[in-house]
């Protein structure tokens, strides 16, 4: 692909989209949001025509106008989202649309002979007849590799493939992705996991504000110089530093020792959750970790309300809460800010003040009748400190970027007087230069004085946010790690693995 | 102009209606359809099925549906009949339709609050827990009084509430002005009002943020069937008997006059304006054929749904238009 460009209605898209990708290889596109990846693999995918440039596939030029058309010609793209069906079985999956029949009637032994190759090829166990419903999201993408195979796709497009994924998945994909490499299948990897590059990428491709920027080979790259030209300038550290030893709130690194803001007692819930105890204090940031299905986000959500613990106790300030719903959560000052934004954080239809707005209604109203110009101001004042990039507070929450999103979420809960806030995920999905500014705001929350639970997955941000550590397995705590000045990722992973 | 004329769907109903009236003041030679007569029957239909058509309206911008309204009016018009006729015995008759509208909307209130927590407690889809109500409630309706309707003719107090006369104070219009402007300051300046538009796009979401979603559905079906049972008390007064074969398939035009006025069966979408325009456009056009077909009852559904399909087609354009 060379020079492809796109606009849209008051956006250039794509100013010059460049892509070479050889046979055998896997090439990584990065960028931040917005610098046009998606819109040049949508190009690609023959979801967007291009206005102008070049698409090349074998050295033939092609014009590609249709999904139909990309993956006649051997494109497969793997989106964040899957196209799976959950009530059909995994077999019904791979050959949806391209049925083995006659006459009409389908050859169910042929099908499955057929999967049966292309999931041994994968080298996964899963039965074919198995409902796709009941796979774990990482075997989902599993189905979704296979899916791409099984048309002889020459080349296959992921986006983000680990966003959902947990260590030892990871590893499973990779050696899938690798296998793809080895029988000559050319792979576009897009991810916002510079590690995951290093180890598996051969060469990377960096784009900004819809152009090309530089295409070397892994070994070329380094950490830095991938970031300096993601955002176009150096960054000095991907982290803020701690608070000093003199900080005035928290009287050192780390927090107040005494003052427990949110405490959790022995709460259990079904085989999710197992009597798991734990505090947070005033000013402190604690990352929790463990491989995604460790029971994180589930204690999250009993923390929070959405769900209801079977057995244990949960207090704030010292004070014993009943939280039979997020309503009464949020009354007590706690609020989530979900891993899975678009469906679970904010109403994407909605403009960005309606859903600042939403738990702050009864604030923001007399007598039910909603005070207009009292939520803007109120918001006003949100967007200005938390610098939320938009043309508008009209504008739907559809249409800003992670970043801005993650911000727009934050601001909607701070103004509800949270205290303690639960971050899921906090930057899944939001570019390098963005994920920064996410973290200056959480420093700035704990120097506050809010105590914060901090979920993630990616280690070097748990090492380089959090005052201390706790890692959960098979939904009970495994581990924790007071001193995180000493901490390795070796040592949370072991804790988290059997 | 024509941009703001695709963008905006209440804009596009009126363009429509005006076109219509246009082409009828041609083409009526005899004047039949800008007669007094007609207009009060366009007047009256249109404001009954506005009616029920804003609780269509409200239920249906949460993403759910509610299919019990046909058999709703039925139901409380005859409830209303048989109350009028036990409290005609002792009362003057002031407080003997006040008594007997009480119940008759007490009753339909109870209903909608039964389902929006079948609904919400018990997740059932609110298609199956309205089609259940609709079929429940029509064959209560002919229980009622054994398939007999419960003649109100010589109560002329409920009677008159059906009127559009100016000379008679127009107490439909009156009604439907009250309950369209409360609905319309309801859904777009008040606290429950951004909860219905916030459920019906992302529920979740709106949990999350720690809105009491049951509360907001109780409103929504509590309303809707209020509204209906309005509609039912004064179809009793507008056909003189609580009838207990009326309403069959009213349910479907209030969809047909919500979806034409720019509601989404997906939810999140949906305004009191719009569906009274919907309302006033399907009733055009029906009264248009009835006097220009010879046998217009069985052109009926085709037009109807005609308009309908049209009505979507011109969504899902807009839609396309403005995700580009």
Redesign the interface.
């Known amino acids: 692909m060379a020079g492809i460009t796109k606009a849209f209605p008051g956006v250039q898209a794509l100013r010059d989209g460049r892509l070479e990708l050889l046979s055998g290889e896997v090439h990584a596109l990065l960028g931040e949001n917005g610098a046009g990846k998606s819109t040049l693999l949508k190009v690609l995918s023959g979801a967007h025509s291009p206005d102008g440039g070049t698409l090349q596939i074998d050295g033939e030029s092609v014009r590609i106008g249709s999904p139909a058309e990309s993956r006649a010609r051997g494109i497969a793209v793997i989106y964040q989202e899957f196209n799976l069906v959950p009530h059909l079985t995994i077999r019904e999956n791979l050959f949806l649309g391209r049925e083995v029949a006659r006459r009409g009637f389908l050859n169910r032994r042929a099908e499955q002979d057929e999967a049966k190759a292309l999931l041994k090829r994968l080298a996964t166990d899963l039965d074919p007849e198995t409902p796709l419903g009941e796979l774990s999201v990482a075997q989902q993408q599993m189905i979704e590799i296979a899916k791409a195979l099984s048309q002889n796709a020459r080349i296959v497009v992921m986006d983000e493939p680990t966003a959902a994924l947990s260590g030892r998945e990871v590893d499973a994909l990779f050696a899938a992705i690798r296998d793809l490499k080895d029988s000559g299948v050319g792979v576009v990897y897009v991810s916002h996991r510079l590690d995951e590059i290093f180890q598996l990428c051969d060469r990377a491709t960096v784009m900004r504000d819809g152009a090309w920027i530089a295409t070397k080979p892994v070994t070329e790259w380094n950490r830095e110089s991938l970031i300096e030209s993601m955002v176009g300038r150096a960054l000095e550290q991907e982290f803020p530093p701690r608070p000093t030893s003199n900080s005035p709130i928290t009287g050192g690194r780390g927090a107040d020792t005494d003052d427990v803001r949110l405490e959790a007692r022995n709460l259990c819930r079904g085989k999710t959750v197992k009597n798991v105890s734990l505090s947070v204090r005033r000013g402190e940031i604690l990352g929790l970790t463990g491989l995604v299905g460790a029971g994180r986000t589930e204690l999250a959500r009993l923390l929070f309300g959405a769900d209801r613990p079977d057995s244990g106790e949960i207090f704030v300030d010292n004070k014993k809460l009943h939280l039979r719903s997020p309503q009464d959560a949020a009354d007590a000052g706690i609020c989530l800010l979900t891993e899975d934004r678009k469906r679970q954080g904010l109403v994407l239809d909605l403009s960005l003040r309606d859903n600042f707005g939403l738990p702050n209604l009864p604030k923001l109203s007399k007598l039910g009748f909603l005070d207009f110009s009292q939520e803007r101001t109120a918001f006003g004042k949100y967007v200005e400190q938390l610098q939320i990039k938009t043309p508008g507070q009209e504008q739907l929450a559809r249409n800003l970027s992670g970043g801005n999103q993650q911000k727009v979420v934050l601001a909607k809960w701070l103004f509800a007087d949270a205290e303690i806030i639960l971050f899921d995920e906090p930057t899944r999905g939001i570019d390098v230069g963005a994920k920064y500014e996410i973290y200056v705001l959480m420093r700035e929350l704990a120097a506050r004085g809010k105590a914060i639970l901090m979920i993630s997955s990616e280690l070097p941000e748990v090492l380089g946010m959090a005052d201390r550590i706790v890692v959960m397995r098979g939904g009970e705590i495994s581990g924790e790690i007071p001193d995180v000045s000493q901490a390795t990722q070796a040592q949370i992973l072991s804790l988290a693995v059997h | 102009m024509i941009k703001r004329l695709s963008q905006s769907r209440e804009l596009s109903v009126v363009v429509v209606l005006v076109v219509l009236c246009l082409a009828m003041a041609f083409t009526d030679q005899r004047g039949n359809f800008f007669g007094s007569r007609n207009l009060n029957i366009i007047l009256q239909q249109v404001a009954l099925l506005s009616l029920f058509g804003i609780g269509e309206t409200i239920v249906i911008i949460t993403g759910g549906i509610d299919l019990s309204l046909g058999s709703l009016i039925a139901f409380t018009g005859m409830l209303c009949a048989l109350f009028l006729g036990m409290f005609s015995v002792g009362l003057l008759a002031v407080p003997a339709l006040l008594f007997a509208l009480t119940l008759a909307l007490l009753a339909a209130l109870a209903i909608g609050l039964l389902q929006a927590s079948l609904v919400h407690k018990l997740k059932l889809p609110p298609f199956v827990v309205t089609l259940t109500a609709l079929l429940v409630l029509r064959s209560q309706s002919l229980i009622l009084n054994k398939q007999l309707p419960i003649s109100v003719s010589d109560k002329p107090l409920l009677l008159n509430l059906s009127s559009v006369e100016l000379s008679r104070g127009a107490p439909l219009l009156v009604i439907l002005a009250l309950v369209a402007v409360l609905a319309h300051v309801l859904l777009s300046?008040?606290?429950?009002?951004?909860?219905l538009?916030?459920i019906g796009?992302?529920e979740?979401?709106?949990?999350?943020?720690?809105?009491?979603v049951f509360k907001v559905k109780l409103f929504a079906y509590g309303a809707s069937a209020l509204l209906g049972g309005l509609a039912g008390v004064l179809f009793a007064s507008y056909s003189g008997q609580g009838d207990p074969q009326i309403g069959a398939g009213y349910e479907l035009d209030a969809v047909a006059a919500a979806v034409v006025g720019g509601a989404s069966l997906t939810g999140?979408r949906g305004s009191v304006l719009g569906t009274i325009l919907g309302a006033l456009l399907l009733n055009t056009i029906l009264s248009a054929i009835n006097l220009t077909l010879s046998s217009p009852d069985i052109w009926r559904g085709t037009v109807v749904g005609g308009v309908l399909l049209f009505a979507v087609l011109v969504s899902a354009f807009q839609q396309k238009g403005s995700s580009?």
């Not at chain 2, 709106?206 to 009491?212: A, H, K, W, Y």
């Open positions: 300046r008040t606290r429950i009002g951004r909860y538009y916030a796009s992302n979740t979401a709106t949990r999350l943020s720690g809105v009491n999140g580009e």
